[in-house]
């Protein structure tokens, strides 16, 4: 199975950045889509930011011109670069993606246990 491990999330002032990072292990052939997902508390999980295994991305308007994702397919992770950060940012970031299984060849769908991103004013 693949086991996805998010880290870089802390707390930032307004107007800050983080970087956060995903990292894929376990038994992977490759992966395809990976994307950042966000919770804040009382509302539903959103997509933040995707993208494929080629390399094109889509983002929530939200976030469009502040949040750039990237992937390095040969460390199997994804990044989230998070600039001019707000309060409304806040929430946990979840990882996720997209990967065949070594031994059916289904593709299937992990999440990672999430990173708190902490926005104060």
């Known amino acids: 199975q693949v086991r996805l491990v998010e880290s870089g999330g802390g707390l930032v002032q307004a107007g800050g950045s983080l970087k956060l990072s995903c990292a894929a292990s376990?038994?992977?052939?490759?992966?395809?889509?990976m994307g950042w997902y966000r919770q804040a508390p009382g509302k539903q999980r959103e997509v933040v930011a995707s993208i494929t295994r080629s390399g094109r991305t889509n983002y929530a308007d939200s976030v469009k011109g502040r949040f750039t994702i990237s992937r390095d397919n040969a460390k199997n992770t994804v990044y989230v670069q998070m600039n001019s950060l707000q309060p409304e940012d806040t929430a946990v970031y979840y990882c996720?993606?997209?990967?065949?299984?070594?031994?059916?060849?289904?593709?299937?769908?992990?999440w990672g246990q999430g990173t708190q991103v902490t926005v104060s004013s």
């Open positions: 376990g038994s992977i052939f490759f992966i395809n889509d």
């Open positions: 996720n993606a997209d990967a065949p299984d070594t031994s059916t060849f289904q593709s299937r769908n992990y």
